[in-house]
């Protein structure tokens, strides 16, 4: 059997796996009031994203600093969550940024109830097939990178920038059997798909939490706002 035909029967098993268990699996965290939900403002630094380097899906390193004059809407990714029918949206809302100007960064992690159990080479076949499926393909701005983590003692540099640079999305974090890590911080990202807004100058600006998405109507102004600036 060819690697691609073993890696699809990989995903659809799982997919079998997946509908027969409890739909928490697929949780989408705790829940909030609308109170919440406005977008947190970021604290601005001379420091920026185009610091970082991050993993690419084959294992390479890419420096950030490559997205320079860009809006950036960085979000932790999981292929088994409620909030992963967000991926449906990513690609309309990149089609009507005629300039080309935005550029969607997505970062799988397996840190909330395990929603993200695939390998690297195994995540673009998972999300084409399975979820959100019917051959889902990223547009050529939504750029997938490899696993990484956000929250815990191994949290990646980008990740910990963010976290500093914004407040926290709600005051309370989620079930502590439903996080992958260890120790739990004050700051820490809520769940997957919580989003994070950076300027055209690699500055953050905003931070989303999963449930303000509302098919990117939510963000979108604040997409404008950014690609508006000079």
Known sequence: MSAQLLILSHMVLLQLIVAQLDFNLISAGPKIG?????????????????????????????????????????????????????YRD??????????????????????????EPAENHELLSGLKYVRPGHGWEPHKNMHIFGKLEVNGENDHPLYKF????????????GKRHQLIYDPIGTNDVIWNFEKFLVDKKGRPRYRFHPENWVQGTAVKPYIDELEREI
């Not at 089609?95 to 397996?110: K, R, Y």
């Not at 963010?162 to 005051?171: A, F, H, I, Q, Y």
Request: net charge positive; glycine share 4%; proline share 7%.
């Open 34 to 86: 609308k109170q919440f939900l406005k977008p947190k403002q970021c604290e601005i630094t001379n420091q920026t994203v185009y610091d970082f380097q991050v993993q690419m899906l084959n294992g390479a390193q890419k420096s950030l600093a490559e997205y320079r004059n860009k809006v950036l809407l960085i979000v932790n990714v999981a292929t088994y969550c409620a909030y992963t029918m967000q």
């Open 162 to 173: 963010l976290k500093e640079r914004c407040p926290p999305t709600v005051p309370v974090i």
């Open 90 to 115: 990513f690609n309309p809302i990149l089609e009507s940024n005629s300039n080309g100007t935005l550029n969607i960064l997505g970062f799988p992690c397996n840190q909330f109830y395990l929603q």
